[in-house]
């Protein structure tokens, strides 16, 4: 995989040499750059040479990654790692990353495929459960009428089913592919199996089909303005409640951070 950058503290450093520059996260790397600067860097990357994986990070990941390595690992060798969650881009704000903004994966892959469809790449939707990537596919279409959808799977993270997955996607010909396989089996999916599907750029999207085909309702955009996502996903996906205790650990842990100014 090729990255954007190595490691750099600087974020005026990096503003003049046009490339975003990175936070650490408690130890996790992440990007800062807006939607708008996300989506063209994707878009080059569909041009320069390599198979490029983005991750969508928030504070589960980041807890996450403390006690597993290689988790840690693919987020730090991904092309683009883009700051999904509010709690990520408060903890950036913090480092003095002042316009840091949340990239989450659901608008990152609405905002990717009009530009998709304008430059003719075609999309493979990959994961959710049986039914919601082909509902969701048939609403992006239709929303984006130039939009090409080489194709969806179901499948499973499961390696056993790995080779017939990569043969469906390289066969499709997508250019980008989105991996809703939850958090970390997506990102490992894909950082294991990108090149064999001969997609350029993939991205895991979480719960992202779910939204689009309208089996899961998202917050409303007041609510997201609030940055209170979580606690609205939490009201209508109660059994969320384990994972999101892991954000009690994570206030604890930034706010023993000193803030950088
Ligand atoms: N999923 C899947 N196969 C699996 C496990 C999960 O396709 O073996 C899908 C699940 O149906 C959902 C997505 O992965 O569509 C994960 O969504 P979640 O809301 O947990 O992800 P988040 O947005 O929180 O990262």
Same mark, same amino acid.
């Given at each position: 995989?090729?990255?954007?950058?190595?490691?750099?503290?600087? &974020? *005026?450093?990096?503003?003049?040499?046009?490339?975003?520059?990175?936070?650490?996260?408690?130890? @996790?790397?992440?990007?800062?750059?807006?939607?708008?600067?996300?989506?063209?860097?994707?878009?080059?990357?569909?041009?320069?040479?390599?198979?490029?994986?983005?991750?969508? @990070?928030?504070?589960?990941?980041?807890?996450?990654?403390?006690?597993?390595?290689? /988790?840690?690992?693919?987020?730090?060798?991904?092309?683009?790692? %883009?700051?999904?969650?509010?709690?990520?881009? #408060?903890?950036?704000?913090?480092?003095? /990353?002042?316009?840091?903004?949340?990239?989450?994966?659901?608008? *990152?892959?609405?905002?990717?495929? @009009?530009?998709?469809? &304008?430059?003719? %790449?075609?999309?493979? $939707?990959?994961?959710?459960?049986?039914?919601?990537?082909? =509902?969701?596919?048939?609403?992006?279409?239709?929303?984006?009428?130039?939009? !090409?959808?080489?194709?969806?799977?179901?499948?499973?993270?499961?390696?056993?089913?790995?080779?017939?997955?990569?043969?469906?996607?390289?066969?499709?010909?997508?250019?980008?592919?989105?991996?809703?396989?939850?958090?970390?089996?997506?990102?490992?999916?894909?950082?294991?199996?990108?090149?064999? !599907?001969?997609?350029? $750029?993939?991205?895991?999207?979480?719960?992202?089909?779910?939204?689009?085909?309208?089996?899961?309702?998202?917050?409303?955009?007041?609510?997201?303005?609030?940055?209170?996502? +979580?606690?609205?996903? $939490?009201?209508?996906?109660?059994?969320? #409640?384990?994972?999101? *205790?892991?954000?009690?650990?994570?206030? +604890? =842990?930034?706010?023993?951070?000193?803030?950088?100014?």
């Amino acid at each position: 995989m090729d990255r954007v950058h190595s490691d750099q503290s600087d &974020q *005026l450093a990096n503003k003049s040499t046009g490339e975003p520059a990175s936070a650490e996260v408690l130890g @996790v790397r992440v990007d800062c750059l807006t939607m708008a600067e996300a989506v063209d860097c994707c878009m080059r990357f569909l041009k320069t040479a390599g198979h490029h994986q983005v991750v969508t @990070v928030n504070p589960e990941f980041v807890m996450l990654a403390q006690h597993d390595a290689p /988790f840690r690992s693919a987020i730090r060798n991904a092309s683009l790692v %883009v700051p999904d969650g509010a709690g990520i881009v #408060w903890a950036m704000r913090r480092q003095g /990353f002042v316009d840091a903004e949340r990239v989450t994966g659901i608008d *990152l892959m609405q905002a990717l495929c @009009v530009r998709a469809a &304008q430059e003719q %790449v075609p999309v493979f $939707l990959l994961g959710a459960a049986p039914g919601i990537a082909v =509902k969701a596919a048939a609403i992006l279409q239709q929303e984006i009428p130039d939009l !090409t959808v080489a194709g969806t799977a179901v499948g499973s993270p499961d390696p056993k089913h790995a080779a017939g997955l990569c043969a469906q996607i390289r066969e499709s010909g997508a250019g980008i592919l989105f991996v809703a396989f939850g958090c970390p089996a997506q990102d490992f999916w894909i950082q294991q199996y990108q090149e064999e !599907t001969g997609a350029r $750029l993939a991205i895991g999207v979480g719960g992202s089909f779910d939204y689009i085909s309208g089996a899961v309702t998202r917050a409303p955009l007041w609510v997201r303005g609030m940055n209170l996502e +979580w606690c609205y996903r $939490l009201f209508r996906q109660p059994w969320r #409640w384990r994972r999101q *205790l892991t954000l009690i650990p994570y206030v +604890w =842990k930034i706010l023993r951070e000193k803030p950088r100014h």
